[in-house]
């Protein structure tokens, strides 16, 4: 049995736009978790999206499959887009996360 697990996955570029203040605080959480603001981003969206359960409920309807895409995704050169990405595993703040809010 492997000692590591790599999982492969297709990443893609997009553009989004945030709040100045929103951008500060992702490069910020990016330096205290050590971590690019990409990860940052990728992984406090996946935290939300598997802790909303009206959301994973939605996931399951029809609708959900007719979503139109408002992302605004940038072409991938054809040989990034063959290449599989390892994806990084979840810091463990993320993968688990303690019961006690911090600041509140």
């Known amino acids: 049995m492997p000692l ?19 951008a500060t605080q992702v490069d910020q959480y990016a330096a205290f978790i050590r971590a690019c603001a990409d990860d940052v981003v990728e992984q406090a969206l996946a935290y939300v999206f598997s802790k909303d359960r009206d959301f994973q409920d939605f996931l ?35 993968a688990a996360p303690s019961s006690q809010a911090k600041g509140a």
């Open 4 to 22: 590591l697990e790599v999982v492969q996955t297709r990443q893609i570029s997009a553009s989004i736009r945030l709040t100045d203040t929103t």
């Open 60 to 94: 399951k309807t029809p609708e959900a499959r007719k979503v139109v895409s408002t992302l605004r995704i940038r072409k991938v050169p054809a040989a990034e887009a063959s290449e599989p990405v390892a994806q990084k595993p979840l810091p463990a703040s993320v």
